[in-house]
């Protein structure tokens, strides 16, 4: 079924086309790669599926609701992971999921309980009353993993998931990403590392020029190097931004 759907995005700044035809769509149970250069388009498209950003034209779904028209109801049924954001520097961890708990209609039990799972999962359970503002990058990235998961929503936006995260973490978050989309879920992680949407994505997309330029899935993956179809997709494209390799 599916639960992420995107059909021919275009969005302009200026003379910059950031969108251009982008389509997408992401089944409950996968767990989806965005993969692309700099500049493809990537987060662009995760704004307008979050209803952050409304397109120029085309149209979105999103667990049946429509993020261009609907970006409340969007947004309340689904997790974000924006990329290098970090919680209120004057809000300690607990008092920040006591806040999206609340914004997500959550009960006090249920996030307490969440809110210490999570920091179990990750290792941050001594700093749950540190000031965000007193925390390490990678601890404050684990604040705002947790914030995406907290209401457990059937679709996840993630950006860089593992980004600052020491190898263990990064272990027990691909995992836990793993046994997420397994449930049922829908996960969209945008990434520029090749090995981590090689091991655990289902399926992977690769990104080029605001559109969608070749699809793997995991199977077909087993066969050849993503690396390779990769630099052969961009290369073909021509991306705008990535600078041509030599020798
Ligand atoms: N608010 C904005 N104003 C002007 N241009 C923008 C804005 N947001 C994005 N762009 C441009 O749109 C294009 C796509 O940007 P986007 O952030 O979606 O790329 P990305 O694939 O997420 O890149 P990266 O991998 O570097 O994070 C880029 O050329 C970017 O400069």
């Given at each position: ?205 690769i990104?080029t020029n605001?559109?969608?330029v070749a ?13 390779d179809v990769f630099f052969e997709e961009v290369e073909s494209a021509g991306s705008?931004?990535t600078?041509v390799?030599?020798?």
């Amino acid at each position: 079924m599916t639960a992420i759907s995107a059909t021919d995005l275009r969005k302009t700044y200026g003379d910059v086309r950031a969108l251009d035809g982008m389509s997408v769509e992401v089944e409950r149970g996968e767990l989806y790669g965005f993969l692309g250069p700099n500049g493809a388009g990537k987060t662009t498209t995760m704004e307008v599926l979050t209803g952050q950003l409304r397109p120029d034209s085309g149209s979105a779904a999103v667990l049946g609701t429509d993020p261009t028209e609907e970006p409340v109801e969007t947004r309340a049924r689904v997790g974000i992971l924006p990329e290098q954001l970090s919680p209120p520097s004057f809000l300690t961890p607990r008092e920040y999921f006591d806040f999206v708990g609340r914004v997500r209609g959550l009960d006090d039990d249920t996030v307490a309980e969440r809110a210490e799972t999570w920091a179990e999962r990750l290792g941050y359970t001594a700093k749950v009353d540190t000031l965000c503002a007193d925390l390490s990058r990678g601890q404050q990235q684990k604040v705002m993993v947790t914030q995406a998961f907290l209401h457990e929503p059937d679709a996840v936006f993630i950006d860089e998931p593992l980004a600052n995260l020491d190898p263990i973490v990064q272990e027990r978050v691909k995992r836990f990403l793993v046994e997420y989309a397994e449930r049922g879920n829908a996960v969209l992680v945008s990434t520029h590392n090749v090995e981590v949407a090689e091991d655990i994505c289902t399926r992977v997309g690769i990104v080029t020029n605001g559109t969608l330029v070749a699809e793997r899935s995991a199977d077909e993956l087993g066969e050849e190097s993503l690396l390779d179809v990769f630099f052969e997709e961009v290369e073909s494209a021509g991306s705008r931004d990535t600078p041509v390799l030599e020798g």
